[in-house]
């Protein structure tokens, strides 16, 4: 399983980030990171986290591993969303997409990968590994239907199938 993170769409579910000054940034990024890091080794998943660098990145993209999780900072005027894209259509079908954006969403499952918004996400990595939620229990329900008229759309089935195996 491999996670592809629009960073700060994941950042931006905890609180605005947009008014801290680069050196809170920076610490928030490392929390995030460090989260992620503890999420992956109860997981065991490959998690790659894209962050914009479009209005003060570097010339070219960069990418660097820091705790076991992939990093990419787009470049200089280059959006992460145009990096995810790219991505997903490197991994396939087999990647979750974790963002809240439409665009990247709706590109991500024209692609046949699996979409999870950020605040699900979020939800998700800060439950504990072996209580499954309400919201899990609800999603077994809903599989469960029985006949064409009642079956989940290729989507739905697509999403609850990789929000089990978060």
């Known amino acids: ?7 700060y769409n994941l950042l931006h579910v905890r609180r605005s980030i947009f008014r ?13 990171i460090g989260e992620l890091s503890v999420y992956r080794r ?23 591993v820091r705790k076991g999780i992939e990093l990419i900072f787009s470049k ?3 959006k992460a ?17 974790i963002t809240s954006d439409r665009d990247v969403s709706r590109y991500a499952e024209g692609m046949s990968a699996a979409v999870i918004p950020s605040d699900q996400f ?3 990595m800060e439950r504990p590994v072996d209580k499954p939620g309400k919201e899990e229990e609800e999603e077994r329900t809903a599989t469960r239907r029985k006949g064409p008229s009642r079956r989940l ?14």
């Open 153 to 166: 759309s290729k989507k739905e089935r697509r999403r609850f199938t990789a929000l089990r195996k978060l």
């Open 42 to 64: 109860q997981r065991s998943c490959q998690i790659t986290v894209v962050f914009d660098g479009w209005q003060g990145g570097w010339a070219s993209e960069t990418r660097e």
């Open 81 to 97: 969303d145009e990096v995810i894209k790219r991505l997903v259509r490197e991994k396939g079908a087999g990647s979750i997409v």
């Open 20 to 32: 801290l000054d680069p050196t809170d940034l920076e610490r928030e990024r490392d929390r995030l």
């Open 1 to 7: 399983m491999h996670l592809i993170i629009d960073g």
């Open 122 to 124: 979020r939800e998700k």
């Open 76 to 78: 200089l005027g280059e």
